[in-house]
């Protein structure tokens, strides 16, 4: 073979002459032929195997040149052709790249055989992915949603062709095919054919869809190719950032394709080429191209996620964007910095340089919680929450980044409030400290060990430390005399005096060593010298007097410096290895505790601190639960189930205050009140269903305890659910809270009256609950102790007005008791007791008792008309015991009339709770009549009229105009008659037989006249308020 093919820069060029040697095409087929030719070629293919591309490449090139002008299934063909013709190139390759005996015509053939096929391939792959992007245009979906079928079959084709064409190159370039080529060098045209056709493929606006992955996974792996072993770095760095700027959806597919390449293939330096690129862009650049901006933010973020360890050396290009104007950068660039935290700056293993890191970049981060833009305060508000979240935290930031936080609550942006919540939910649920504990409960063990912090600071200051001279200090000090003394002693001309030795002579030389030494620290430099020069004679083997044998001043010196520094040193060696002394170890003992001390101080105040901050984050987030913004509110209620799950003080202020939200008209706003209820309370932890409903009872008897009644209402609907929704748990729950209302389980009063109150939610969803217990109810709370405990009377009243029809609002027959029930006995008889009495509850249970008798009881009126004569009667008999006591006082005391006539005058509580009464039966008359009396009418007359109608039977013509000239009747305002005659007669009864003079409330009237009529006479604040309120009562009756 004597030609060369060379990849063209154009598909034109080939037709043209070329160079020496240069392939050209020499015959460009009409589409008209193509389909014989390209037949030909398949059956060339089948016969000699791939390398017939070699003859038939001009049917290729002629496809490609009328390829808009070709049918698609000629098209199809030809793709599965060369699709044969890659893989077979593939397979016969490995062989041939293996084998040493090769000619070079023979891996020019195969050179010339890939090159032609990679390049036809690649071509007509970029001609089906053109004419499929064309057609999804074309068919898109109008305005009656209906695509057009046209080209959609062969479109459907291509889609499921590309990704095998792809694979056919991938397992063709994985093969070492660099040998093919002179020197290995790849031709530059060749790979770019290649990486065109990927990046072509990357245009496709579906790329980044689900359906899509198989394909894209193949492109990633193909350019893995070509970056790694044909040196496409610089070609595929420069690439990626030209088609963010101009495809914004590739930023994820890009992110996964460079997170591939540098761990897989490991290419890491295509990130540093890639980061470094976006960091040189300018401010004023990234103004200029928003949905570039956009796409380089995505792709930083996303690559943060995949490999933030590869990220931090390229770290500081970025950094300088946090100061630029794009906020998106800003996200991006704090969102790469919060991942780099969590996974690679976290644990306590980081070296200096790395804790420095980390302690800088959360620098920045904070900085940025006061940023400009909203939006990057949001998601720095984020990035601290995973953090948190991932516990890579460090504990001296908790309080700092906890008070940036709360003070982000006030934040105008509500996206930064609802992330600002989100943060200290998960501060709450992950902080190191005890959140059980307010701020007051610290501050006295707080302030218990600070004082013994400080007084052992002063008992070791008081110990002051001995000055300790080292040997190598006194030597320095000594050096210079010594000098001089031992040239003096070493002058041949000085005198030679014999010391006086008055010492025996020493046995060794470790012994002369050491009175040597001895001389020294008493300043006896001249006997020193002197018996260390006749040492040396007396040891001439020693090793310390050894360096004496050239006795020099030098030598004398350090023989003289060696005994005593060294003495010295080994002494202290010797002292270290001797164990410690009892001073010492009391001292050691004293430094651990102090050390102790301190960290327990500064942990009490940090978790003062942190308690404080927590209390005012909770007082800032329940005024936000009444706030219009649904989200805000989201998050409020979240919080609150938060902090309570975690025991944190003062939590149940916000369960409480977030409970009337159950009336919201917002449907998510209810639901998600009701559902943090039932997380909070409705579903208990526990071994066995016993152990459950005692916790649920706790838990809810504590929310009820103090609790207002418009809480307690709310709590209803909740509760009422719960025992509507058939929970295994709801016997077990029912019997632990009789037991705690009868007195079986010890338990406080107030705990009492909740088990009480909830048995009556639990009836609203069941009568049985408290009408099978009516028994229970009258003789625990109503009976003979009744007068012990009006609260406890009253919240049991209240319970069983959950069983009458004024809450069922049934229409059938009214559930009514006959009046010798034990139950009206009872409650006659309490208010009647606690009428002469002056308990301060009495009067709130003697309101819901009388509001019951006429929920409940057959003639109330008979009822109250008795229990009214009964407690004038009582009233007038105190009276009578107390003007006889006031009588026989003034006999034997002799007072005068004066004081005679105010003996006489009665108890002034006690009035006032007569008349309260007397105004309470006359507000529950006129209810009764109004409401039970008139709907009983109703009920009766509409039963007569069906039973007058079934009587009648009419035929179902008759029937139809009957109901017809109802609603004529209606429409004309005539059917209303009948309602209009009933509720006359009840305005007639009110006006004229209510007061009438045989009416028991008409005798109370001229009382409550004087009393409030004379202010001055009768000026207790007591009866003054009842007179007044009850006379509003009576006059409703008018």
Same mark, same amino acid.
């Given at each position: 073979m004597s030609w060369d093919f060379f990849v063209p820069v154009c598909v034109g060029d080939l037709v043209k002459s070329g160079g020496i040697n240069q392939y050209v095409v020499q015959d460009v087929v009409s589409p008209k032929h193509l389909p014989s030719h390209l037949h030909k070629f398949k059956a060339a293919l089948r016969s000699q195997g791939p390398l017939c591309i070699l003859e038939h490449f001009d049917t290729g090139y002629s496809l490609l040149q009328h390829c808009n002008s070709v049918e698609l299934g000629v098209k199809e063909d030809a793709l599965d052709? /060369?699709?044969?013709?890659?893989?077979?190139?593939?397979?016969?390759?490995?062989?041939?790249? /293996?084998?040493?005996?090769?000619t070079a015509a023979e891996r020019k053939e195969k050179l010339n055989a890939v090159k032609m096929s990679v390049y036809l391939l690649c071509k007509l792959s970029e001609n089906f992915e053109s004419e499929a992007y064309r057609q999804c245009i074309i068919t898109a979906p109008g305005k009656g949603g209906k695509k057009g079928k046209g080209g959609a079959e062969g479109l459907q084709q291509w889609e499921s062709e590309r990704e095998k064409v792809l694979q056919a190159l991938v397992q063709l370039l994985q093969l070492d095919i660099r040998s093919l080529w002179n020197l290995s060098l790849v031709d530059e045209e060749f790979i770019s054919c290649v990486t065109c056709c990927c990046y072509k493929l990357l245009e496709n606006p579906t790329i980044s869809h689900v359906k899509s992955k198989p394909t894209r996974d193949c492109i990633i792996h193909l350019l893995g190719v070509l970056i790694k072993k044909y040196n496409h770095i610089l070609g595929a760095s420069v690439k990626v950032i030209q088609l963010l700027q101009h495809f914004e959806q590739l930023s994820s597919v890009f992110a996964q394709a460079v997170s591939v390449w540098s761990t897989e293939y490991g290419v890491r330096g295509i990130i540093g080429e890639i980061i470094r690129e976006i960091g040189q862009r300018s401010s004023e650049e990234l103004a200029r191209d928003s949905a570039g901006v956009r796409a380089f933010a995505s792709f930083i973020a996303e690559l943060g996620t995949f490999v933030p360890e590869l990220m931090m050396p390229n770290i500081s290009v970025l950094i300088t964007h946090l100061e630029g104007e794009s906020h998106t950068m800003r996200v991006a660039v704090c969102e790469v910095l919060g991942e780099i935290l969590v996974r690679v700056l976290c644990g306590d293993g980081l070296d200096d340089a790395g804790k420095a890191d980390r302690d800088r970049f959360f620098d920045t981060m904070q900085e940025h919680l006061h940023d400009t833009h909203s939006h990057v305060r949001a998601r720095v508000l984020q990035v601290y929450t995973r953090i948190v979240n991932s516990k890579a935290l460090p504990l001296f930031k908790y309080s700092e980044v906890m008070e940036l936080a709360v003070g982000r609550l006030m934040d105008k942006s509500i996206h930064v409030v609802k992330s600002a919540i989100q943060l200290l939910a998960a501060f709450i649920a992950h902080n190191p400290y005890s959140c059980k504990l307010s701020s007051a409960d610290l501050k006295k063990p707080l302030e218990k060990e600070a004082t013994k912090l400080r007084e052992l600071r002063e008992k070791l200051e008081g110990k002051a430390p001995v000055a300790v001279i080292k040997a190598s200090e006194l030597w320095a000090a000594m050096e210079p005399e010594l000098l001089v003394t031992v040239r003096t002693e070493l002058e041949p001309t000085s005198e030679e005096k014999e010391a006086e030795d008055d010492e025996k002579e020493a046995e060794d030389d470790r012994a002369t060593a050491v009175q040597v030494a001895q001389y020294l620290r008493v300043n006896k430099y001249r006997n020193a010298v002197r018996l260390c020069i006749k040492a040396h004679g007396c040891f001439p083997e020693s090793e310390m007097f050894a360096s004496l044998s050239t006795l020099t001043t030098e030598t004398l010196m350090d023989t003289l410096a060696l005994i005593f520094k060294g003495s010295d040193e080994d002494a202290s060696e010797l002292s270290q290895n001797l164990p410690p002394t009892p001073q010492k170890e009391k001292e050691e003992g004293e430094e651990g505790e102090l050390k102790k001390q301190q960290m327990l101080v500064q942990y009490l105040k940090d978790t003062e601190t942190f308690a404080l901050l927590v209390e005012r984050a909770i007082a800032v987030i329940?005024?936000? +639960?009444?706030?219009?913004?649904?989200?805000?509110v989201l998050e409020a209620v979240q919080f609150c189930v938060t902090v309570c799950e975690f025991s944190v003080a003062n939590s149940v202020s916000g369960v409480r205050k977030m409970l009337p939200l159950v009336w919201s008209t917002d449907a998510a706003i209810k639901d998600a009140v009701v559902q943090a209820y039932k997380r909070l309370y409705l579903n208990p932890q526990g071994e066995n269903i016993r152990v459950k409903a005692h916790t649920l009872v706790d838990s809810l008897s504590e929310l009820m305890v103090d609790a207002s009644l418009g809480t307690i209402q709310c709590l209803e609907e909740i509760v009422q659910e719960f025992f509507g929704s058939g929970s295994l748990l709801q016997s077990t729950v029912v019997q632990v809270l009789w037991e705690r209302f009868t007195g079986k389980r010890e338990t406080s009063g107030l705990h009492r009256r909740a088990a009480v109150l909830l048995l009556g939610m639990a009836a609203r969803a069941e009568r049985e609950?408290?009408?099978?217990?009516?028994?229970?109810?009258?003789? %625990?709370?109503?009976?003979?102790? @009744?007068?012990?405990?009006? +609260?406890? &009377?009253?919240?049991?009243v209240l319970t069983i007005s959950s069983i009458t029809d004024h809450i069922r609002q049934s229409k059938s027959a009214p559930f009514r008791l006959p009046q010798d029930h034990q139950l009206f006995t009872c409650l006659t008889q309490a208010i009647a007791e606690g009428v002469v009495m002056e308990d301060p509850h009495w009067q709130s249970f003697m309101e819901q008792a009388v509001r019951l008798l006429y929920f409940l009881a057959e003639s109330p009126d008979q009822l109250c008309s008795r229990l009214l004569q009964r407690c004038a009667?009582?009233? /007038?008999?105190?009276?009578?015991?107390?003007?006889?006591?006031?009588?026989? &006082?003034?006999? #034997?005391?002799?007072?005068?009339?004066?004081?005679?006539?105010?003996? *006489?005058?009665? #108890?002034? @509580?006690?009035?006032?709770?007569?008349?309260? /009464?007397?105004?309470?039966?006359?507000?529950?008359? %006129?209810?009764?009549?109004?409401?039970?009396?008139?709907? *009983?009418?109703?009920?009766?007359?509409?039963?007569? *009229?069906?039973? $007058?109608?079934?009587?009648?039977?009419?035929?179902?013509?008759?029937?139809?105009?009957?109901? #017809?000239?109802?609603?004529?009747?209606?429409? +004309?305002?005539?059917? $209303?008659?009948?309602?209009?005659?009933? &509720?006359?007669?009840?305005?007639k009864i009110c006006e004229t037989e209510l007061l009438a003079e045989e009416n028991l409330l008409c005798a109370f009237l001229p009382l409550l006249v004087r009393v409030c009529s004379s202010p001055g006479r009768y000026s207790h604040p007591q009866l003054t308020t009842a007179s007044c309120l009850a006379l509003s009562q009576y006059m409703m009756i008018r």
């Amino acid at each position: 073979m004597s030609w060369d093919f060379f990849v063209p820069v154009c598909v034109g060029d080939l037709v043209k002459s070329g160079g020496i040697n240069q392939y050209v095409v020499q015959d460009v087929v009409s589409p008209k032929h193509l389909p014989s030719h390209l037949h030909k070629f398949k059956a060339a293919l089948r016969s000699q195997g791939p390398l017939c591309i070699l003859e038939h490449f001009d049917t290729g090139y002629s496809l490609l040149q009328h390829c808009n002008s070709v049918e698609l299934g000629v098209k199809e063909d030809a793709l599965d052709t /060369l699709l044969q013709v890659v893989s077979g190139l593939a397979t016969s390759l490995p062989a041939l790249l /293996l084998s040493t005996s090769v000619t070079a015509a023979e891996r020019k053939e195969k050179l010339n055989a890939v090159k032609m096929s990679v390049y036809l391939l690649c071509k007509l792959s970029e001609n089906f992915e053109s004419e499929a992007y064309r057609q999804c245009i074309i068919t898109a979906p109008g305005k009656g949603g209906k695509k057009g079928k046209g080209g959609a079959e062969g479109l459907q084709q291509w889609e499921s062709e590309r990704e095998k064409v792809l694979q056919a190159l991938v397992q063709l370039l994985q093969l070492d095919i660099r040998s093919l080529w002179n020197l290995s060098l790849v031709d530059e045209e060749f790979i770019s054919c290649v990486t065109c056709c990927c990046y072509k493929l990357l245009e496709n606006p579906t790329i980044s869809h689900v359906k899509s992955k198989p394909t894209r996974d193949c492109i990633i792996h193909l350019l893995g190719v070509l970056i790694k072993k044909y040196n496409h770095i610089l070609g595929a760095s420069v690439k990626v950032i030209q088609l963010l700027q101009h495809f914004e959806q590739l930023s994820s597919v890009f992110a996964q394709a460079v997170s591939v390449w540098s761990t897989e293939y490991g290419v890491r330096g295509i990130i540093g080429e890639i980061i470094r690129e976006i960091g040189q862009r300018s401010s004023e650049e990234l103004a200029r191209d928003s949905a570039g901006v956009r796409a380089f933010a995505s792709f930083i973020a996303e690559l943060g996620t995949f490999v933030p360890e590869l990220m931090m050396p390229n770290i500081s290009v970025l950094i300088t964007h946090l100061e630029g104007e794009s906020h998106t950068m800003r996200v991006a660039v704090c969102e790469v910095l919060g991942e780099i935290l969590v996974r690679v700056l976290c644990g306590d293993g980081l070296d200096d340089a790395g804790k420095a890191d980390r302690d800088r970049f959360f620098d920045t981060m904070q900085e940025h919680l006061h940023d400009t833009h909203s939006h990057v305060r949001a998601r720095v508000l984020q990035v601290y929450t995973r953090i948190v979240n991932s516990k890579a935290l460090p504990l001296f930031k908790y309080s700092e980044v906890m008070e940036l936080a709360v003070g982000r609550l006030m934040d105008k942006s509500i996206h930064v409030v609802k992330s600002a919540i989100q943060l200290l939910a998960a501060f709450i649920a992950h902080n190191p400290y005890s959140c059980k504990l307010s701020s007051a409960d610290l501050k006295k063990p707080l302030e218990k060990e600070a004082t013994k912090l400080r007084e052992l600071r002063e008992k070791l200051e008081g110990k002051a430390p001995v000055a300790v001279i080292k040997a190598s200090e006194l030597w320095a000090a000594m050096e210079p005399e010594l000098l001089v003394t031992v040239r003096t002693e070493l002058e041949p001309t000085s005198e030679e005096k014999e010391a006086e030795d008055d010492e025996k002579e020493a046995e060794d030389d470790r012994a002369t060593a050491v009175q040597v030494a001895q001389y020294l620290r008493v300043n006896k430099y001249r006997n020193a010298v002197r018996l260390c020069i006749k040492a040396h004679g007396c040891f001439p083997e020693s090793e310390m007097f050894a360096s004496l044998s050239t006795l020099t001043t030098e030598t004398l010196m350090d023989t003289l410096a060696l005994i005593f520094k060294g003495s010295d040193e080994d002494a202290s060696e010797l002292s270290q290895n001797l164990p410690p002394t009892p001073q010492k170890e009391k001292e050691e003992g004293e430094e651990g505790e102090l050390k102790k001390q301190q960290m327990l101080v500064q942990y009490l105040k940090d978790t003062e601190t942190f308690a404080l901050l927590v209390e005012r984050a909770i007082a800032v987030i329940n005024t936000m +639960l009444y706030l219009k913004t649904t989200s805000v509110v989201l998050e409020a209620v979240q919080f609150c189930v938060t902090v309570c799950e975690f025991s944190v003080a003062n939590s149940v202020s916000g369960v409480r205050k977030m409970l009337p939200l159950v009336w919201s008209t917002d449907a998510a706003i209810k639901d998600a009140v009701v559902q943090a209820y039932k997380r909070l309370y409705l579903n208990p932890q526990g071994e066995n269903i016993r152990v459950k409903a005692h916790t649920l009872v706790d838990s809810l008897s504590e929310l009820m305890v103090d609790a207002s009644l418009g809480t307690i209402q709310c709590l209803e609907e909740i509760v009422q659910e719960f025992f509507g929704s058939g929970s295994l748990l709801q016997s077990t729950v029912v019997q632990v809270l009789w037991e705690r209302f009868t007195g079986k389980r010890e338990t406080s009063g107030l705990h009492r009256r909740a088990a009480v109150l909830l048995l009556g939610m639990a009836a609203r969803a069941e009568r049985e609950v408290v009408l099978s217990n009516l028994d229970t109810l009258c003789s %625990v709370a109503l009976g003979e102790k @009744v007068t012990e405990d009006f +609260l406890l &009377a009253r919240d049991s009243v209240l319970t069983i007005s959950s069983i009458t029809d004024h809450i069922r609002q049934s229409k059938s027959a009214p559930f009514r008791l006959p009046q010798d029930h034990q139950l009206f006995t009872c409650l006659t008889q309490a208010i009647a007791e606690g009428v002469v009495m002056e308990d301060p509850h009495w009067q709130s249970f003697m309101e819901q008792a009388v509001r019951l008798l006429y929920f409940l009881a057959e003639s109330p009126d008979q009822l109250c008309s008795r229990l009214l004569q009964r407690c004038a009667r009582l009233l /007038l008999d105190q009276i009578a015991e107390g003007g006889e006591l006031d009588k026989e &006082a003034s006999q #034997n005391q002799d007072v005068t009339q004066e004081s005679n006539e105010q003996g *006489e005058q009665v #108890n002034c @509580v006690c009035l006032a709770q007569l008349l309260a /009464l007397c105004g309470c039966v006359a507000f529950w008359q %006129v209810s009764h009549l109004e409401r039970s009396v008139s709907t *009983e009418l109703r009920r009766r007359r509409r039963e007569t *009229e069906e039973r $007058a109608e079934k009587a009648k039977g009419p035929s179902s013509k008759a029937k139809q105009q009957a109901a #017809n000239d109802s609603a004529m009747e209606e429409e +004309l305002g005539l059917g $209303a008659s009948a309602e209009d005659t009933e &509720a006359e007669l009840i305005r007639k009864i009110c006006e004229t037989e209510l007061l009438a003079e045989e009416n028991l409330l008409c005798a109370f009237l001229p009382l409550l006249v004087r009393v409030c009529s004379s202010p001055g006479r009768y000026s207790h604040p007591q009866l003054t308020t009842a007179s007044c309120l009850a006379l509003s009562q009576y006059m409703m009756i008018r």
